[in-house]
């Protein structure tokens, strides 16, 4: 079927993502503020199907006129890297014009759901400078999560790299997961420290927090040395919490070398950063060593979208996939559902959301 369709238009445009509150800091980076614009590209064919999907910035090749099936393999994804930058659009094409989702592509059993996590928990204790709101915001912000259908939370921690004194910062830290662990009974939850620990400080903050967590992101950055300080201490101390890293300008033959070591349990690369196709390879290299995934989604809901597909495909290799709040405008994504930790994914072929409108790009 992809080979009867021909590629017969391209055009770019931008969308904006808002977030539902402002979204502070973490322990690397300042304000996040309400969200940003989004590249996207819209395919259309010569028979009427159309895609589209985030993309880079910049000049891409021209496609126009290619067969779909020179560019696309639903078995593998894109078939050349010069164009990856359509990759999230040729997945979605593909998808309408085989009428499955791309879920279903990938792996015909895909469930039709993915497990999420909460990834707003941001440093909200610590801003605005001149007034901060303290603990207790972070805390109702978490609360609130829970009444729209969050379950598992990622709470950032690092406020002592660069915002507070360093003691000062894990007494901080300290406070705010124990904080959540009451706020929220039976609730998962993981923590962040976005690269601001030591392994010695990250020690430090588990020691004082006997709190259950189901993983440890980004401690510090990933070093065999370091991994294997922390991995030994949880062996002792926490032998059921995991080490996830990679989120972050990933070396993916080290990642693979970590994990397969046992000294990071679950990969993390961009959704959008490392990519769909290239993600789609990565899994099966992680499902071959014996090591759990969860594709960074950060920045944009459409990217938790994204990731909820290859979660449904490869449930058993990708526990959570973190869920950003928000929505996404000129998009449609209703039939994406959120209860009790769960996202349904929609039955629509494709990825299931219909684009209305989209910004053009300065210049066009």
Request: with cysteine.
């Amino acid at each position: 079927m992809l080979h009867d369709h021909k590629i017969d238009s391209v055009s770019f445009g931008l969308l904006r993502g808002r977030y539902p509150r402002l979204h502070g800091k973490n322990a690397r980076r300042g304000m996040h503020g309400y969200g940003d614009d989004i590249r996207v590209v819209v395919l259309r064919t010569d028979q009427g199907a159309e895609g589209f999907g985030i993309c880079p910035r910049g000049p891409l090749p021209d496609i126009a006129g290619k067969r779909v099936s020179d560019l696309f393999d639903p078995a593998e994804g894109v078939l050349e890297l010069q164009y990856m930058g359509y990759d999230f659009a040729l997945h979605d094409l593909a998808g309408n014009i085989l009428g499955i989702s791309v879920a279903r592509m990938i792996n015909p059993a895909a469930k039709p759901f993915a497990k999420v996590y909460d990834g707003a928990i941001y440093m909200n204790d610590i801003i605005p400078e001149h007034a901060p709101w303290g603990t207790e915001r972070v805390v109702r912000e978490a609360v609130d999560d829970y009444e729209i259908g969050h379950r598992t939370f990622k709470i950032k921690i690092g406020r002592g790299n660069q915002w507070m004194a360093p003691e000062a910062g894990i007494a901080r830290d300290v406070e705010v997961t124990r904080a959540m662990e009451e706020a929220l009974p039976g609730c998962l939850l993981m923590v962040d420290g976005n690269d601001g620990f030591t392994p010695e400080s990250m020690i430090e903050y588990l020691r004082r927090v006997d709190c259950p967590l189901y993983w440890i992101e980004e401690p510090f950055r990933e070093k065999e040395e370091d991994n294997r300080i922390l991995r030994a201490y949880l062996d002792k101390e926490r032998p059921n919490t995991m080490i996830a890293d990679g989120e972050s300008r990933p070396d993916i033959p080290q990642l693979l070398a970590l994990g397969e070591a046992a000294l990071v349990n679950v990969l993390q690369p961009d959704i959008a950063g490392y990519g769909f196709t290239a993600w789609r390879k990565l899994i099966k290299e992680c499902a071959a060593r014996g090591i759990l995934a969860s594709p960074h989604a950060w920045g944009d809901v459409i990217k938790t979208q994204y990731c909820a597909h290859l979660t449904a495909a490869y449930p058993h290799l990708i526990p959570y996939v973190e869920a950003v709040l928000g929505t996404t405008e000129g998009v449609i994504d209703a039939e994406y559902r959120l209860e009790n930790g769960v996202l349904t994914l929609p039955k629509k072929p494709g990825f299931g959301l219909t684009l209305e409108w989209m910004r053009p790009e300065a210049g066009n």
